[in-house]
């Protein structure tokens, strides 16, 4: 298996720091991007499928929960100005990788695509997906013809066997963020003060109590187990204790945590660091906070086997999105999706984020190999079991 973790390693190599963790602002926006050149000329495989494409315009549905309006409008535009091509994105309801993937197996079942494109999801949310048969191989030729990098996002993806034909996940998927989940809290009634130098054990305590919000799924706890100093006793204690404190379970993933959170229902949750820097960036009284163990996931974007309207759109927005979309997002003040891929990381404010805030490899909680993978959802459902039996029982348990 090649191995995944070559770019975080040598991106975070250049992100040591001894600074502690603390507040973290939101990035400065910085211009839009620049409009291509007229008259814009394309390699062979990737104009003819182009010409495929450009019969009608067209609608490109997926997962849009995670975006913020602007960005939305401002994809559109841009991808209209570079391929003369007038898209409108369509939001498929449901969180990206866990929802909207059962939905676009049953939608297959009948002959009928669902979305045109499907993102957020590590190995043990697709390659499920791979070994039913229900994704497509991108025409990668093509489409490396324009961004060359894809070839690069495709072997930091983690690997994992079984697909039809001897094929594996990568022949299907490509790195799409390197995602770290941050402490998200609520300014108004959070002082900086507050939470520095935060730790997992401090959520437990009275200070704390009925204050945090959390993903109802677990988001974030699933990797902590792959951190020396978390084996899974300590994470079925700590959310059981956790639950005990009052913790307040949200639908909707890190999207779900940030409303409840801005909304005041908690004070203070977790989800990932790009998509909190999109809601600060749009004003929202929100500040992040790295804690002393990091979660930490490589996240990919796949093609569905039967796409929602024009085929060749849909695999040209794909990569497009996960390429040029991503730097327009930083643009616009996002913090990046691959801070830790060094030929990326300067496009990607949060990988100085990173650095001042004191992240480095050995805090990471990350799964590296497939049978890390294979471990994913038992600790998923180890986290949900332990918040919701301190919740009914209101008693904490020996912690480690």
């Known amino acids: 298996m090649t191995s995944w973790l070559f770019a975080a390693v040598i991106g975070l190599a250049s992100l040591v720091a001894c600074a502690p963790a603390g507040q973290v602002s939101a990035p400065v926006p910085t211009t839009q991007a620049a409009k291509p050149?007229?008259?814009?000329?394309?390699?062979?495989?990737?104009?003819?499928?182009?010409?495929?494409?450009?019969?009608?315009?067209?609608?490109?549905?997926?997962?849009?929960?995670?975006?913020?309006?602007?960005?939305?409008?401002?994809?559109?535009?841009?991808?209209?100005?570079?391929?003369?091509?007038?898209?409108?994105?369509?939001?498929?309801?449901?969180?990206?990788?866990?929802?909207?993937?059962?939905?676009?197996?049953?939608?297959?079942?009948?002959?009928?695509?669902?979305?045109?494109?499907?993102?957020?999801?590590?190995?043990?949310?697709?390659?499920?997906?791979?070994?039913?048969?229900?994704?497509?191989?991108?025409?990668?030729?093509?489409?490396?013809?324009?961004?060359?990098?894809?070839?690069?996002?495709?072997?930091?993806?983690?690997?994992?066997?079984?697909?039809?034909?001897?094929?594996?996940?990568?022949?299907?998927?490509?790195?799409a963020s390197q995602t770290t989940w941050t402490l998200i809290y609520n300014t108004r009634n959070v002082a900086a003060a507050d939470v520095q130098g935060i730790t997992w054990d401090d959520l437990l305590t009275t200070k704390w109590k009925g204050r945090v919000a959390w993903d109802a799924q677990a988001l974030g706890f699933k990797e902590l187990p792959f951190h020396k100093d978390w084996p899974i006793t300590r994470l079925k204690a700590f959310t059981t204790n956790l639950g005990a404190n009052k913790v307040k379970l949200i639908d909707g993933g890190t999207n779900g945590v940030i409303q409840a959170v801005i909304q005041g229902e908690g004070d203070i949750g977790m989800g990932t660091a790009d998509t909190a820097l999109d809601q600060m960036n749009a004003g929202a009284p929100l500040a992040i906070v790295w804690p002393d163990v990091i979660p930490f996931n490589s996240l990919g974007t796949c093609l569905p086997k039967i796409t929602a309207d024009n085929e060749a759109l849909a695999q040209i927005f794909f990569a497009w999105r996960n390429v040029e979309g991503e730097w327009l997002r930083a643009q616009m003040g996002s913090g990046g999706a691959r801070p830790f891929y060094a030929p990326e990381a300067d496009r990607f404010p949060l990988a100085k984020i990173?650095?001042?805030?004191?992240?480095?490899?050995?805090?990471?909680?990350?799964?590296?190999?497939?049978?890390?993978?294979?471990?994913?959802?038992?600790?998923?459902?180890?986290?949900?079991?332990?918040?919701?039996?301190?919740?009914?029982?209101?008693?904490?348990?020996?912690?480690?």
Request: aromatic fraction near 8%; hydrophobic fraction near 35%; charge should be negative.
């Open 354 to 400: 990173a650095k001042e805030a004191g992240v480095t490899e050995d805090r990471l909680a990350q799964p590296k190999t497939p049978a890390d993978f294979d471990k994913v959802e038992e600790n998923r459902k180890v986290a949900i079991d332990g918040m919701k039996a301190g919740l009914r029982s209101g008693q904490s348990v020996p912690y480690p």
């Open 37 to 175: 050149a007229a008259g814009a000329k394309f390699g062979p495989k990737f104009q003819a499928l182009l010409d495929k494409a450009r019969p009608a315009d067209g609608h490109i549905r997926a997962g849009l929960s995670a975006y913020t309006p602007e960005y939305i409008r401002a994809m559109e535009k841009q991808f209209g100005e570079e391929f003369g091509i007038t898209i409108t994105l369509e939001n498929e309801p449901g969180h990206a990788s866990r929802e909207i993937p059962p939905k676009m197996i049953q939608a297959q079942k009948v002959g009928k695509g669902l979305v045109d494109y499907i993102d957020g999801g590590n190995p043990s949310n697709f390659a499920p997906l791979m070994q039913q048969d229900a994704l497509q191989i991108p025409p990668w030729d093509a489409l490396q013809e324009q961004w060359p990098q894809i070839a690069d996002l495709r072997k930091l993806y983690p690997d994992v066997p079984g697909g039809p034909n001897g094929t594996s996940l990568q022949d299907y998927c490509m790195l």
